[in-house]
């Protein structure tokens, strides 16, 4: 199994502001996703991280508010632009790949006021 | 601190009983199913997975059965213990488990002693 570690694990951000998350991978992998889960509910996911090239983004979510990147096989950031209290959520990465099933990271709580 | 599965509906058991966990999933074409355990401040927890050309599959204590006719998947705890309550969600995928996950709305299970 993949060992995925999130930074921050939480903050309090100010809103108006951005925060970038950073998921890091101790193997490669070919898959990485980045989902929000909303305080009490399910997990939705926002993008794909492609590497090399731009993320393939869900229904409702768009670069400009959720900018991914993923330089390489083992790691890729979130941002999040412009926050509002609605974007108070937490955040996970998860991997997947070939013969292995997906993996989440603990996921970033994040508050905003 | 925010409650993963605060909203959701809760499955009340007492310790040794059996838990059963239905999930009834959205898309006839998945063909990987995925059962996770999230407990309060942590990511998603791999437990169990199911491929649509099975029916069954068992695990140490789990077993996962897909009903592909009715699209309903069910999660059963044997002898259920005190850590095993948590929020409980199951997930599908098209073209195995390397792509993008659609996660239901999940169910806590409280165990009572």
């Known amino acids: 199994s993949a060992v995925i570690s999130q930074k921050p694990s939480r903050d309090i951000c100010q809103r108006g502001t951005s925060l970038t998350i950073q998921c890091q991978v101790d193997s490669q992998v070919t898959m990485m996703f980045w989902y929000r889960q909303q305080p009490g509910q399910s997990l939705t996911l926002i993008a794909t991280?492609?590497?090399?090239?731009?993320?393939?983004?869900e229904s409702g979510f768009v670069i400009d508010k959720f900018p991914i990147s993923r330089p390489n096989l083992t790691f890729s950031t979130l941002t999040v632009s412009n926050m509002s209290p609605e974007d108070s959520s937490i955040y996970l990465c998860?991997?997947?790949?070939?013969?292995?099933?997906?993996?989440f990271g603990q996921g970033t709580r994040l508050t905003v006021v | 601190g925010e409650s993963v599965g605060l909203h959701l509906p809760t499955l009340s058991v007492q310790e040794g009983d059996n838990s059963i966990i239905n999930c009834a999933y959205s898309n006839s074409a998945s063909d990987y199913f995925i059962w996770y355990k999230q407990e309060s401040g942590k990511g998603p927890q791999f437990i169990i997975d199911?491929?649509?050309?099975?029916d069954k599959r068992q695990g140490q204590r789990v077993t996962v059965l897909l009903n592909k006719t009715v699209k309903h998947l069910s999660l059963q705890i044997a002898a259920t213990q005190p850590g095993d309550s948590a929020v409980y969600f199951c997930a599908e995928s098209l073209h195995g488990g390397y792509n993008k996950l659609i996660f239901g709305a999940g169910t806590r299970l409280a165990v009572h002693p």
């Open positions: 199911i491929r649509s050309n099975m």
């Open positions: 998860s991997v997947a790949g070939d013969l292995t099933e997906a993996f």
């Open positions: 991280a492609n590497q090399g090239s731009e993320a393939t983004y």
